[in-house]
């Protein structure tokens, strides 16, 4: 089993920029792919960015290229992952969530499972 843990959140101001980590502990060996969801009040989940644990390639949401960046790194028993946010706007504001996808198994019989964070707030003010 995975688990996930985020820091990094909090209030900013227009412009500015945060960075979020997240910890995988665990199974960490069955992770394919670590990333970031966001969910504001009213709003469905939605992809922020992602990266896969082997070989690095990544993938973001529209609203965010070319202002978010994720990267990933192993830290003893641990998997990180880190979003770093720049020229954050109102609209930026929610509550964002770690996420993991693991495949478990033979290729054969491969279980897949996701698992996500508790979230961690972040509030851009204007």
């Known amino acids: 089993q995975v688990q996930l843990v985020e820091s990094g959140g909090g209030l900013v101001q227009s412009g500015g920029s945060l960075r979020l980590s997240c910890a995988a502990s665990?199974?960490?060996?069955?992770?394919?792919?670590m990333g970031w969801y966001r969910q504001s009040p009213g709003m469905q989940r939605a992809l922020v960015a992602t990266?896969?644990?082997?070989?690095?390639?990544?993938?973001?949401g529209d609203s965010v290229k070319g202002r978010f960046t994720v990267s990933s790194s192993r830290d003893n028993d641990k998997n990180m992952v880190y979003l770093q946010m720049n020229s954050l706007k109102p609209e930026d504001t929610a509550v964002y969530y770690c996420?993991?996808?693991?495949?478990?198994?033979?290729?054969?019989?491969?279980?897949?499972?996701?698992?996500w964070g508790q979230g961690t707030q972040v509030t851009v003010s204007s």
């Open positions: 990266i896969t644990t082997r070989g690095g390639s990544t993938n973001y």
């Open positions: 665990g199974r960490i060996f069955s992770i394919m792919t």
């Open positions: 996420y993991a996808y693991e495949e478990i198994g033979p290729v054969e019989r491969v279980v897949k499972r996701e698992t």
